[in-house]
């Protein structure tokens, strides 16, 4: 695998979603560093939809889809997923 800055642009301007892991892999000893929250910022700024996948409870789920820049989250492996509304808040 090419490291991202190699890859051709024509690939990288195709990619829609991105699906990450919480746990060790966008957290650095338990906490969200500050450059994380900001790279999920600039993609949904460009239209790329983030969506982290956990084991992690339902609980967790839910505030990572209210709080945390993203376009929604799939839980306790795969077992349901939260999608934010801001129209539905209203």
């Not at 190699?6 to 919480?22: H, M, N």
């Not at 839910?62 to 801001?86: K, L, T």
């Amino acid at each position: 695998m090419l490291p991202f800055e190699q890859f051709p642009q024509s690939v990288k301007s195709a990619i829609k979603f991105v699906l990450t892991d919480i746990d060790d892999t966008l957290t650095t000893q338990g906490r969200l560093p500050w450059c994380v929250f900001e790279a999920m910022e600039r993609l949904q700024a460009n239209s790329i939809h983030v969506i982290p996948v956990t084991g992690r409870p339902a609980g967790w789920c839910d505030h990572i889809a209210r709080m945390w820049p993203v376009d929604g989250g799939i839980g306790e492996n795969g077992a349901f997923y939260f999608r934010y509304d801001p129209v539905a808040k209203k």
